[in-house]
C-alpha cells in the first residue's frame, strides 16, 4: 500500500449511502489498486467541522475525499440549483445520471477547484407534517416547515407556508416541540430520524416529475487525485463518472422502502396529490423557475437553456427505466 | 509509530503541559493540531481545517444554550432570588439541630433549578448562607463544607450545562438526559441533608439551632420564592410540556430572569454589565476548551484511538461492571486536580466508545445516558475534593478567615455521601432511568 | 495586595510603565468589546423570545421570526469572539494549579509566560486563519439558508473578537515576563 485516502462525510456509518455505497466503492477501489490504495472512511463529521465545511475540506486538502451536498453552501454553486428547481426530478437512478451530464456540459467551472467522482441525487422528496396533512394547496397555508436548500425554501414561500431553516439534527426535537409542523426530505432521510413517530401524514405526488430533489456530489481534492501514479489514477477513474452516479443514485432509491414501512407501521396517512392538484401546485410554483433563469442570466450563464438541457436529460433517462 | 502508541505520547505531553499550568484548551489546541499534522504529515489539513472550524464551533445552535444559562444564572444571582430562597429554607428547617446548614442545601437546590453552573451556585448561595451561619456560630468547617458541596447542585439538577455539552458531544437527547438528571439530583440534595443531620450528632458544637419562627412569617417568606418557581416551571416545564426547544427555553430563562431583577430594581446599568463581564468571562473559558476538544478529536479519530480503546477493553475480558468502576475511579483521581468540564471534554471521546461497547442489560440510549449521569457525578465530585476543588476555592474566597484545611475536613462527610450515592446510581440505573422511561 | 504590587509595577520589568499603559488601554478596550457581545447575546435571546410569540400567535396572523436558528447561530459565534480577549485579560481561562503550587512564585509567573506563550500561538494561528475563512466566504459568495445573508459578514462580525484575543494575549505574556522579573504575579 503506497497511499491513503481519508474519505470524510455527514452521516452515521449505517445510513444508506455510507453503507452500500462509499464503503463498497472504496473496497472497490483498494481491490483494484492491488492494495496499493487504502481508503480510510470517517463518517458523522469525525474529523471536524459542520457539514456545510466539507466541500471546503476537500478543496483545501483537509481530507481527500468529501461527500456533501452543494446546496449547504447557498451561493457557492448556483449552477446545481438546476436539478432543485421545483417539478424537476424522476427516480434518483435516472436523474442522478443526468446529474453527470449536466455536470460535464455546464458545472466543470463550478467544481474546478476540485476533481469530481460523482454526482447524484436524492429520490424525489415530499411532506411530511403533523396532524391533518396536507391535502391540497390551500392547506400549506401558514405551515412551519423545515427545507432542506435554498429552492425548497423558497417553494415553501411560494406555496404559503413559512420555512424554518435549522440544522438536520434539530429537526426531530423542533418537531416534537412544535417549532415546525412538518418536514420535507426523501423516505430514505425519516428513517433515521424516525420522522414517521414524529408527524402523521406524508404527502406525495402523483406526477411523472418528484416534487424537488437535492444535488449531492462526490469529490476529491485536486492535488490528491494530480499526484496519484498514472495506474492509480485510473483506478480512480475507473470508479467515476456517470455509472458510479447512477449507483448512488439506484442506493438512494432503494433507501426509500425502510421509510414507507416505519411510515405505515406508524399508522400514518400517506397521501398521493391527484394529477389535476399538482397542476395547481406547478402552476404556483412556475415563477421560480423563472426568478432562478434571471438570476443565472445575470451571472453570465444561459438559464433558460440550462433548464431545457437538465428537463431533457432526465427525460432521456427516465424514458429508459 | 502505531495509533494508539501516538495518541498515548500525545496525552501524555498535553498532560505535562495542563499540569505545568498551561491553560487547558491551549494545551488541548496545540496537541490536537500537532498531532493532526504529525499523522497527516502536513500542514495543510489543520491550516485549511481551521479557517471554518472556529466559527463553526462557536456558532453551534446547541452550544449556544451555554452562555444563556450563564447569564440566567448571573441574574438569577442579582435578582434577590438567592436570599428569598435562603429565608424561607431557613425559616422551615432553623429551629433543627444543623437546620440552617440544611436549608442551605435546599436553597442551593432551588436555586440550582434556575442556574446551570456548579461555581455560580456555590458563589451565590454562599454569599448569603454563609454569614448567617457564621453569625449563628456554627462551625467553620461544617459551613464551608456544606456550601461547597451544596454548590454542586447547581448543575446536578437541571438545567445543566455540562449535561448540555455531554449530550452534545455523543449526540444524546436534551431533554432526556434533563430527565435523567432530575431524581439522582434531588438524591443529592436528600443525601446532604442527611450529612448534615448525621454531622450535627456527632460533633453537636458544629451545628446549631436558630429560634423557630411563626407560621405566617415562614408562609409569607416563602411565597417570596415564587420567582424561582415560576422561572423553573417556565424553562423546564416549557421544555417538557412541548412549548419550545432547550435553546429557547435558556433564551426565555436569560430574558424572564433578567426582566425579573430588572422590575425589582436590581438590575442597574452597572449590574447589567456585570452579569454580562461575569457570563462572557466563563463563556469564553467554555467555547475555548471546546474548541480545543474539537481539534483533539479530529487527532484522536485520524489515529483510530477511540476504536482501538474500545476493542482493547472488550477484549481484555474485564467484566462491564470492573471497566465502570475502573473509568468513574478514573475521574475520580482526575478530579482531584482538573476541573469537571475540561474531564468531560478530554475523557469521553475516549471513554463513550469503550462504554457503549459494553453490554450493561440496557439499550445503547439508555447506556448513553446513564452513563452521562454518572460521569456528571464523579466529576461533580472533583468540584470539591482536595486540592484543586473549583467550589472549595469560591468559599474559601468568600470567608479568607478560614483556613482550607478547615474547609477540606468540613467537606469530606459531603464527598462520601457523593460516593455512596453514585455507587447506588452505578447499581440500580432504574433510578436514573426510571423518570425518563415513564416520560417518553 | 493591588497596591502593593502597584507600588512595585513602576520600578522592574520590561517598560514597565507602558506596560502597565497599555494593559489599562487594553483592558477597558476588552470589557468594551464584551460587553458588545452581551448586547449581542441579550438581543438574541430577545429575539428568540419574540419567535417564539410570534409562533404561539401564528393563528393571529403572526409567525416565527425568519431565520431565526441562522440568527442565533451568528449572534451567539461573534458574541463568543467578542468574550474571548476578556476571559484572558482577566486570567479566566482555566489553569491546573496544583503540581506548582510549591515552586517559587517566581517560577509560577515565569510558567505563566510559557502558558500565555502557547495561547498566543493558538489565539494567533485562530485569527490568522479566520481571515481567510472570511477571504472565502465572501469570495465564494455563500450566504445563509433563510435569510440569505452573506457569511462572510458575519466571519467580519468575528473577526474583531479574534484578532483582539491575540493581541491581548501577546500582552499577557509581557505582562507575565514583568510579574516573574519583580517575583510573584498579582492576582
Ligand atoms: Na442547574
Ligand atoms: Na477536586
Not at chain 1, 478543496?59 to 446546496?71: A, F, H, N, S, Y
Request: proline share 6%.
Amino acid at each position: 500500500q503506497e497511499v491513503t485516502l481519508r474519505v470524510h462525510h455527514f452521516l452515521p456509518a449505517p445510513a444508506p449511502v455510507p453503507k452500500n455505497f462509499i464503503t463498497p466503492w472504496a473496497e472497490k477501489v483498494e481491490a483494484e489498486s492491488g492494495g496499493r490504495i487504502k481508503v480510510e472512511i470517517y463518517p458523522a463529521m469525525q474529523l471536524g467541522g459542520k457539514p456545510p465545511a466539507l466541500f471546503g475540506q476537500a478543496k483545501d486538502g483537509v481530507v481527500d475525499i468529501v461527500w456533501t451536498l452543494p446546496g449547504y453552501t447557498p451561493g457557492r454553486f448556483p449552477g446545481t440549483e438546476a436539478f432543485e428547481l421545483p417539478f424537476m426530478p424522476a427516480s434518483a437512478e435516472a436523474t442522478s445520471q443526468a446529474a453527470w451530464d449536466f455536470y460535464e456540459k455546464y458545472l466543470r467551472k463550478e467544481f474546478s477547484d476540485v476533481h469530481v467522482i460523482a454526482t447524484h441525487v436524492h429520490s424525489p422528496g415530499l411532506l411530511h407534517v403533523k396532524g391533518d396533512g396536507v391535502a391540497k394547496l390551500e392547506d400549506m397555508q401558514g405551515l412551519k416547515l423545515r427545507g432542506p436548500t435554498r429552492q425548497v425554501n423558497a417553494l415553501l414561500s411560494a406555496l404559503g407556508a413559512t420555512p424554518v431553516g435549522m440544522p438536520v439534527p434539530a429537526m426531530p426535537e423542533a418537531l416534537s416541540k412544535g417549532v415546525i409542523d412538518g418536514t420535507v426530505i426523501p423516505w430514505e432521510v425519516t428513517t433515521p430520524l424516525k420522522v414517521a413517530e414524529l408527524v402523521n401524514s406524508h404527502t406525495d405526488f402523483e406526477s411523472t416529475r418528484g416534487f424537488y430533489t437535492a444535488f449531492f456530489v462526490f469529490v476529491m481534492n485536486k492535488a490528491s487525485y494530480d499526484g496519484l501514479p498514472a495506474e492509480l489514477r485510473q483506478v480512480i477513474d475507473a470508479n467515476s463518472g456517470r455509472e458510479t452516479s447512477k449507483w448512488v443514485g439506484r442506493v438512494m432509491d432503494q433507501g426509500d422502502a425502510p421509510g414507507i414501512k416505519a411510515a405505515e407501521a406508524a399508522g400514518n396517512t400517506i397521501r398521493k396529490l391527484s394529477p389535476e392538484e399538482v397542476a395547481r401546485w406547478k402552476e404556483v410554483a412556475a415563477p421560480l423557475a423563472a426568478a432562478w433563469i434571471a438570476e443565472m442570466d445575470g451571472q453570465g450563464y444561459d438559464g433558460a437553456a440550462m433548464v431545457a438541457d437538465a428537463k431533457a436529460l432526465i427525460a432521456s433517462y427516465a424514458g429508459a427505466e | 509509530m502505531s495509533g494508539l502508541a501516538l495518541s498515548a505520547l500525545a496525552f501524555a505531553a498535553m498532560l505535562g503541559m495542563i499540569f505545568l499550568r498551561m491553560p487547558i484548551g491551549a494545551a488541548m489546541l496545540l496537541t490536537g493540531f500537532t498531532g493532526t499534522w504529525i499523522v497527516t504529515g502536513s500542514t495543510t489539513p489543520v491550516l485549511a481545517q481551521l479557517k471554518s472550524l472556529t466559527y463553526d464551533t462557536f456558532s453551534s445552535y446547541s452550544l449556544s444554550i451555554v452562555p444563556l444559562f450563564l447569564l440566567m444564572g448571573q441574574f438569577a444571582a442579582k435578582s434577590g432570588m438567592s436570599e428569598s430562597l435562603f429565608r424561607a429554607a431557613a425559616d422551615w428547617l432553623g429551629h433543627r439541630k444543623g437546620g440552617v446548614a440544611m436549608a442551605a442545601v435546599g436553597a442551593c437546590a432551588g436555586f440550582g433549578a434556575v442556574c446551570g453552573s456548579s461555581l455560580a451556585t456555590a458563589a451565590t448561595m454562599g454569599q448569603v448562607a454563609l454569614p448567617e451561619m457564621r453569625r449563628l456560630r456554627f462551625s467553620n468547617a461544617l459551613s464551608t463544607g456544606v456550601l461547597a458541596a451544596g454548590g454542586t447542585l447547581g448543575i446536578l439538577i437541571p438545567p445543566s450545562v455540562i449535561l448540555v455539552i455531554y449530550a452534545i458531544l455523543t449526540e444524546q437527547n436534551i431533554i432526556k438526559m434533563f430527565a435523567a438528571a432530575l431524581v439522582p439530583g434531588i438524591l443529592a440534595a436528600a443525601g446532604y441533608m442527611i450529612t448534615v443531620a448525621i454531622y450535627a450528632r456527632v460533633s453537636p458544637d458544629s451545628a446549631q439551632v436558630a429560634p423557630r419562627v411563626p407560621y405566617g412569617q415562614r408562609f409569607r417568606n416563602l411565597a417570596r420564592v415564587w420567582p424561582v418557581v415560576a422561572i423553573f416551571a417556565l424553562v423546564i416545564g416549557g421544555i417538557y410540556l412541548g412549548w419550545f426547544t432547550p435553546t429557547e427555553a435558556a433564551a426565555i430563562g436569560a430574558i424572564a430572569t433578567g426582566g425579573y431583577a430588572l422590575a425589582v430594581g436590581r438590575l442597574s446599568r452597572k449590574d447589567f454589565a456585570d452579569c454580562v463581564l461575569a457570563a462572557a468571562s466563563a463563556t469564553a473559558m467554555i467555547f475555548l476548551i471546546v474548541l480545543g476538544a474539537q481539534a483533539l478529536n479530529t487527532f484522536l479519530a485520524l489515529t483510530q484511538t477511540p476504536q482501538a480503546a474500545a476493542d482493547w477493553v472488550t477484549q481484555s475480558g474485564l467484566s462491564p461492571w470492573m471497566v465502570l468502576a475502573l473509568i468513574l475511579a478514573c475521574y475520580l483521581v482526575f478530579g482531584c486536580v482538573m476541573d469537571s468540564l475540561s474531564m468531560i471534554l478530554l475523557t469521553i471521546p475516549i471513554f463513550f466508545p469503550i462504554v457503549m461497547a459494553l453490554d450493561f442489560g440496557l439499550p445503547p440510549e439508555e447506556t448513553a445516558i446513564w452513563f452521562g449521569i454518572l460521569a456528571l457525578m464523579v466529576v461533580e465530585v472533583g468540584l470539591i475534593t482536595p486540592p484543586v476543588g473549583l467550589n472549595l476555592f469560591i468559599i474559601h474566597s468568600l470567608a479568607r478567615d478560614i483556613p482550607m484545611s478547615e474547609t477540606y475536613r468540613g467537606v469530606a462527610p459531603f464527598v462520601i455521601s457523593d460516593l455512596i450515592r453514585i455507587a447506588i446510581l452505578a447499581a440500580f440505573p432504574v433510578i436514573t432511568l426510571g423518570l425518563m422511561r415513564a416520560m417518553f | 495586595m493591588r497596591s502593593d504590587s502597584m507600588a512595585t509595577a513602576g520600578t522592574l520589568g520590561l517598560a514597565p510603565a507602558l506596560e502597565a499603559r497599555i494593559g489599562r488601554a487594553l483592558g477597558w478596550a476588552s470589557r468594551i468589546l464584551a460587553l458588545a457581545g452581551g448586547v449581542v447575546l441579550t438581543a438574541v435571546a430577545l429575539m428568540t423570545v419574540l419567535s417564539i410569540i410570534g409562533r404561539g400567535f401564528s393563528f393571529a396572523g403572526l409567525g416565527p421570526v425568519p431565520g431565526d436558528f441562522e440568527l442565533v447561530e451568528a449572534g451567539c459565534a461573534v458574541a463568543v469572539f467578542a468574550f474571548l480577549p476578556w476571559c484572558q485579560y482577566r486570567r479566566g481561562h482555566v489553569t491546573v494549579d496544583i503540581f506548582i503550587s510549591r515552586f517559587p512564585l517566581r517560577l509560577q509567573a515565569g510558567l505563566a509566560v510559557i502558558g500565555n506563550a502557547a495561547l498566543s500561538l493558538a489565539a494567533c494561528l485562530i485569527a490568522w486563519r479566520l481571515w481567510y475563512g472570511m477571504i472565502d466566504k465572501f469570495s465564494y459568495g455563500e450566504t445563509t439558508m433563510i435569510l440569505g445573508m452573506k457569511l462572510g459578514y458575519a466571519y467580519a462580525a468575528a473577526v474583531p473578537g479574534a484578532a483582539f484575543f491575540a493581541v491581548v494575549c501577546l500582552y499577557t505574556v509581557w505582562r507575565s515576563v514583568n510579574e516573574t522579573i519583580r517575583g510573584q504575579e498579582e492576582r
